[in-house]
C-alpha cells in the first residue's frame, strides 16, 4: 500500500521568502512522485514529478523537489515567493501499474506581503 | 486546445435526481480517471479505466456508474443524488507507461 503525507495543512510566509512544503511517503515499491498546485476554484496542474533518475527535480514557476529516498520525502521548495504562488499544494504517489494517485491532505501556501 | 475537459463545470441540483458529467480527452492517453474532491480539499480515487475497461473500482456506492463508450471519453452517471455527493469531481488522463496524470478543470456538484 502507498501512502502520503504533508505536514502543515496550512503554511504562510512573507513575499521573497523561503518556501517550503513538505511531503513525506510510504511505498513498497519503487515510488513516482508529484507535486500538483491547485488555485481557488481550478483544477491541479502539474508543477513537477520524480520517476526515475535525478533526484534533484525541477519544475514550473521556479520550484523544485528533492527525492530522498532514507528519508521517504519529497519536499517542495522555491528559494523566493510570490505572491501569485497563494495556492493549494497536493504531493501525490504512485507507481507502475497502480491506476491511481494517492494524493496528500494538501498544504495551503498563504503569502504575506 | 483544452487537453482535459469537462462538463459542465457547475451542476447544481435537488436531492433524488440523477446525472450526468461528460470527460474528454485529446491527449491520445489510453487510461481515464474519475477522482472527488470533497469539501476538505481531500483528494480521492474513484474510477480507473485502461482502454475502455474498469480497472479500479475504490468502494464507490454503485449509484455512480463510470461509462467509457471510446479511449477518449469517460462519463459520470450519478443516480438518487443524496447531499453527501456534492464535491468537486476531476477526471484525468495518462498513458500507460507514463505515470503522469493530467486533470480537467473539475465539475462542482452541489446538491440541495
Not at chain 1, 13 to 24: D, F, K, M, T, Y
Not at chain 1, 30 to 54: C, D, E, I
Not at chain 1, 99 to 106: A, E
Not at chain 2, 42 to 56: D, G, P, R, V
Amino acid at each position: 500500500a502507498q501512502s502520503v503525507t504533508q505536514l502543515g495543512s496550512h503554511v504562510s510566509v512573507s513575499e521573497g521568502a523561503l518556501v517550503l512544503l513538505r511531503c513525506n511517503y510510504s511505498s513498497s515499491v519503487p515510488p513516482y512522485l508529484f507535486w500538483y498546485v491547485q488555485y481557488p476554484n481550478q483544477g491541479l496542474q502539474l508543477l513537477l514529478k520524480y520517476t526515475t533518475g535525478a533526484t534533484l527535480v525541477k519544475g514550473i514557476n521556479g520550484f523544485e523537489a528533492e527525492f530522498k529516498k532514507s528519508e521517504t520525502s519529497f519536499h517542495l521548495t522555491k528559494p523566493s515567493a510570490h505572491m501569485s504562488d497563494a495556492a493549494e499544494y497536493f504531493c501525490a504517489v504512485t507507481s507502475t501499474g497502480t491506476y491511481k494517485y494517492i494524493f496528500g491532505t494538501g498544504t495551503r501556501l498563504k503569502v504575506l506581503a | 486546445d483544452t487537453a482535459v475537459s469537462q462538463t459542465p463545470k457547475y451542476l447544481v441540483t435537488q436531492m433524488g435526481n440523477d446525472k450526468s458529467i461528460k470527460c474528454e480527452q485529446n491527449l491520445g492517453h489510453d487510461t481515464m480517471y474519475w477522482y472527488k474532491q470533497d469539501s476538505k480539499k481531500f483528494l480521492k480515487i474513484m474510477f480507473s479505466y485502461n482502454n475502455k475497461e474498469l480497472i479500479i473500482n475504490e468502494t464507490v456506492p454503485n449509484r455512480f456508474s463510470p461509462k467509457s463508450p471510446d479511449k477518449a471519453h469517460l462519463n459520470l452517471h450519478i443516480n438518487s443524488l443524496e447531499l453527501g455527493d456534492s464535491a468537486v469531481y476531476f477526471c484525468a488522463s495518462s498513458l500507460v507507461g507514463s505515470e503522469t496524470q493530467y486533470f480537467g478543470p473539475g465539475t462542482r456538484l452541489l446538491v440541495l
